[in-house]
């Protein structure tokens, strides 16, 4: 089984060399890393054009400027020949069971991605925290995230497929990733195990750290969505909640992305829905044709305020 490792950097130079070197140090070896460099001014491509080592490629944004991160990440993944994707951050590590891990489960069990726990490095107080999704099971839901999301896609790993359905919100830099594991949750069956695999390194320019404002702006696009889900949900038991927050999870990738064609997408989601998750079958295909119209049911039934 090859797993595409896929680093994207952006004048990462000083951290790239160390990022490199912790996947190579890893005990699975049958991967690729695809390092795709996003316009970078300073030495990150002469650093992989040093490794004489046929498992790693340097890419280069065809475009002549910086494009946002989930854009680069949608480009890094069409290069990829391995049957599992996995991604880590130029400033981040991995872990050296990471790859052996992420083998072990997609060989032994019937899942489409996987996340992990991580640990949190700091270089201004020279400690580690670890960091785990607690509410979660080992099925990974759409509402386990939405209702508390601590999930690093330094940890994650996707089958292929995932991404012949999904793909990142282009217009996103920081938040891309739990809006696509959102997505990722409804549409396939995913996998939580509670080992660290990585280790995210908090050294002061983080993006998350220097433009807050865009986090908060990024966050504000989605909080119409949120909101009316997590309130739904307070009142209902059982598979209408699966349902909606399936329901609502697609709609929301669909306009996200705004595919060139919304029916394909559609299609493609419900068969997937029927493959992974064949007890919402029926459910899913109701869902994925009157997605407002259900929530909207639900709303009225407990006499609630219409969604808007």
Known sequence: MLISVIINCYNGAIFLGRAIESVLSQRYKHFEIIVFDNCSTDESAAIVENYLDSRIRLVSSELPEVVPLYMARNKAVVY?????????????????????????????????????AYLKYSDEQKEFSLHRQ???GRIVSPGDLIERYNVGILTCGYRKKVFELLKFNSELTIIGDFIFNVACAAMFKGLYVEVPTAIYIEHGNNLSLTRKGL????????????????????????????LGLRCKALSYYLDAVNPESRALVIIKAFIALCSNHSSLAIRAFVVLILPKKILLFVKTFLGRKEIS
């Open 80 to 116: 990829a020949r391995g049957s599992i994707l996995c991604f880590l951050d130029c400033d981040d590590l991995m872990l050296p069971g990471r790859l052996e891990l992420m083998a072990d489960v997609f060989e032994k069990n019937d899942v489409d991605w996987l996340c992990t």
């Open 134 to 136: 607690r509410n979660s």
């Open 215 to 242: 986090w908060a702006s990024e966050l504000r696009k989605v909080s119409d969505l949120i909101a009316p889900m997590q309130e739904s949900t307070r009142f209902i038991a059982g598979w209408p909640v699966t």
